[in-house]
Structures are given as structure tokens and as C-alpha cells.
């Protein structure tokens, strides 16, 4: 079955870097669209970005220019560079994963409903 763990996690200052990295087991990642999304206090879990199996990425706009996704195959693991951090950026950033989804601004109910997904990890940027 797979399953996801995210990484990377932490406190940052405003304007700073940080990169998150979701890695998979009990199966490879080939196969599978991985979406990254994240959760505020008191807000509903939104999608940011997702890269498909043919690396075509998608972002939205509150991170665009700012967040980059890679996937490493071999390693079964996807990345999620961040910078230029702001306070808004602070939540719990999940990854997801469905097998051959399309990414895009309607693809957040798909990852939500058929999705296997992490524990969630915390980044705190303070102002």
C-alpha cells in the first residue's frame, strides 16, 4: 500500500527558504500525480502544487514564483523548494498522491477524495 512521510519542516524566518520532501513507500512513485497541500489554523486544506508523472507542474498563484516541485524517481521522493517565505505560507504542508491525475486549479477534489496521503509537516514563518 503506498504511503507518504513528509520532511523538511520547520521554523524560518520571513524571506527564507525552506524544502519539503515527500517519500513514499510500499510502492513507486512512476505512477502517481503528487500534489502538495497545506492547512492554516482554522482554514480548509487547499491545494498549492502538483507535478504529474511527465513533470508538467502546476501552481497556485499564492505560491507561483515563489515554490518549485521536482520529483526524483529513483529515490521515490518529490520535493517542494520554497522561498521568498512569508507569514502567510505557515501551516501543515501534506503530500498526496493518485495514481496518473492531472494537475491543475480543479484537481483539489480529486487528491482529496482518491488521494493517499502523509502526516503532514510544520513550517513556521515568523515575521
Known amino acids: 500500500q503506498l504511503r507518504f512521510k513528509e520532511s523538511g519542516g520547520g521554523l524560518v524566518q520571513t524571506g527564507g527558504s525552506l524544502r519539503l520532501a515527500c517519500t513514499a513507500s510500499?510502492?513507486?512513485?512512476?505512477?502517481?500525480?503528487i500534489a502538495w497541500f497545506r492547512q492554516a489554523p482554522g482554514k480548509e486544506r487547499e491545494g498549492i502544487s502538483c507535478?504529474?508523472?511527465?513533470?508538467?507542474?502546476y501552481y497556485d498563484d499564492s505560491v507561483k514564483g515563489r515554490f518549485t516541485v521536482s520529483r526524483d524517481n529513483a529515490k521515490n521522493t518529490v520535493h517542494l523548494q520554497m522561498n521568498s517565505l512569508k507569514p502567510e505560507d505557515t501551516a501543515v504542508y501534506y503530500c498526496?498522491?493518485?495514481?496518473?491525475?492531472?494537475?491543475?486549479?480543479?484537481?483539489?477534489?480529486?487528491?482529496?477524495?482518491?488521494?493517499?496521503w502523509g502526516q503532514g509537516t510544520h513550517v513556521t514563518v515568523s515575521s
Open positions: 510500499g510502492s513507486t512513485l512512476d505512477d502517481y500525480s
Open positions: 507535478i504529474q508523472t511527465d513533470r508538467t507542474t
Open positions: 498526496a498522491g493518485v495514481g496518473l491525475a492531472l494537475c491543475g486549479p480543479n484537481s483539489d477534489r480529486d487528491f482529496l477524495l482518491r488521494g493517499a
